[in-house]
């Protein structure tokens, strides 16, 4: 029970922190001065606002799969935040098989997302939902491939494994393409950014066009604690984790996902949204070809 409250408190801080993050970057791409205090407080405000706001319903929604979604995306992101390591034997759920298990909570972000949308009964969630599907499998293989060209070194599939391997050079130098294609693919799964399809404004916000109040700040957090969680996970898969001298493990690992974590929300800021099918076609032409070069470099070099 221990582990789990420091897990729950710890993404509730990250989902935090990526809120103010996102707020310090949109103030710098649109030229606006930092005002710290603000970036700081609106979030807590914002929160206050959506718990007094009344709940939006639709005509006959599914209301136990709409009320499921947003604690099933929080669920998913717990589990896939569960297995990252932040220091030799600091996980809350240290398995063998740690990157299986976070292959499959994030498979299963796109339950979370079409339930989101299906269960409203409305419209526009539902296209948002459907446009999510359909990308889903578009970014979820390159960024599952590139993960196992990460754990062929270790001859693992334990996030610690793949940590320990990387102790004479990171797999970011071993595999320049990995981290690459895995930023890409994490703004995918956490929806994010130009792969935000199913919160898209031409769909009036797509599937959450319809959710105010208490459910809406649980989809919002939960999706920021995803986009969190997979910068932990790229700082473990290629930036050697806990690893570095000097400093304790734990504030490696902090300061290699904040890194990460401003990749992300720079990228998200400064692309535009793409267009479904141009970033299918993409995906499926380029994407999934580099990373399967990505697998081919790492066995290579393991042999």
Known sequence: MTGVAVLFGVLVAGAYLVTVMDRLVADRVAG????LARSFT?????????????????????????ALAPALLLALASVAAAVLPVAPGMAVVDVPDGLVLFGAAVALVTVAVFLHGWSANSPFPLIAAYRFLALALSFEIPL?????????????????DVVLSQSDGWNLIRQPLGLPIYLVCSLGVAFWGPLAVSESEDLAGGTLSEVSGVARVMWQGARAAL????????????????MGPWLPGPLWF????????SILLIMGHHFARVRLERFVTAAWTVLLPLSLVDVFISGITLL
């Open 42 to 66: 609106e979030p807590p405000r914002t929160v206050a606002l959506l718990l007094l706001q009344q709940r939006t319903d639709t005509e006959r929604p599914d209301s136990g799969a709409w």
């Open 144 to 160: 599952f491939l590139v993960l196992i060209a990460a754990a062929l070194p270790a001859e693992s599939l334990s996030v610690s």
């Open 254 to 261: 902090g300061l290699k996902t904040l890194l990460l974590l």
């Open 32 to 35: 606006r001065p930092f005002d």
């Open 227 to 242: 986009l969190a969680t997979m910068a932990g996970m790229g700082s473990a898969a290629f930036l050697g984790g806990w």
